[in-house]
C-alpha cells in the first residue's frame, strides 16, 4: 500500500450516524475486529473485548440512554443520527478494569484500547462500512452495564455503531497541521 493509499483512507475516515438498513454479517465484523486487535497496547497486554449486538430491544436501551444524555448535553444541537434500535450493529469495545474503583487506572486503561478503536474504525471504512466512536454514555454507564451483561471486572470503553453509510460521505475537515507543530519549545513556530 502507497501511503497515499492510507493517507486518503485517513482523510475519509467520517463520523457516520445513519445507516442503510443492509445488514452486517459475521464474517465483516470478525475481519474488522481482527484488524482492531492489531494495535498497540501497554505491555503487550491487549485489554480490548468486543460485544457485538444486533438485538433491537438491546440497542434501543443503549440508544435512550445516549438520547436523554444528548438531550441534557446539546438541546436540539445534539448530532443526527438513525435511532439506535435501527442500526445494524452496535459494538461495544471493553476492557478488563474493576468499575469506579481508579479513575486514573482506567484513563491509563484507556491508552491501550483507544488504539484499537481506531483500528476499528479505519479497517471499517476501508470495507466500506460506517462507523461513529461514541463515549457520551460514559457518565450512565453503572445503568448501561446490567444491559451488557458485564462482569464486574469489564468496563466499557467505546460504543460503536456500524452500518453501510446512507450517502456519500467527503474528506474530514481538520486544522492544518503545520500550524499545530512547534520547534524545539511549545509556540516556538514551525515554518
Ligand atoms: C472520544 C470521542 C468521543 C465521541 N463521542 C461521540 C458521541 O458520544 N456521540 C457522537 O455522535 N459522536 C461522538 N464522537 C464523534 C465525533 O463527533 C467526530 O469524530 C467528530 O465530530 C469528527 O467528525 P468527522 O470525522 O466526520 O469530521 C466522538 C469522537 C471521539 C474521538
Known sequence: MEFADLE????TQRAVRRFTKDPVDDATIERVLAAATRAPSARNIQPWRFIVIRDA????????????????????????????????????VCAEYVF????????????????????????????????????????REAELRPLLGLPETMGVQAIVPMGWP????????????????????FGEPWR
Open 166 to 185: 446512507d450517502r456519500k460521505y467527503g474528506r474530514n475537515r481538520r486544522v492544518p497541521v503545520a500550524g499545530l507543530i512547534s520547534r524545539e519549545r
Open 100 to 139: 469506579g474503583r481508579d479513575a486514573g487506572a482506567e484513563a491509563a486503561l484507556g491508552a491501550s484500547v483507544y488504539p484499537a478503536v481506531q483500528n476499528l474504525l479505519l479497517a471499517a471504512h476501508a470495507l466500506g462500512l460506517g462507523t461513529v466512536l461514541t463515549t457520551r454514555w460514559k457518565r
Open 57 to 92: 430491544s438491546t440497542k434501543g436501551s443503549l440508544g435512550a440512554i445516549f438520547d436523554e444524555l444528548g438531550q441534557q448535553m446539546y438541546g436540539p444541537n445534539a448530532p443526527d443520527h438513525d435511532p439506535w434500535s435501527e442500526v445494524p450493529v452496535l459494538v461495544a
Open 8 to 11: 486518503q483512507l485517513m482523510a
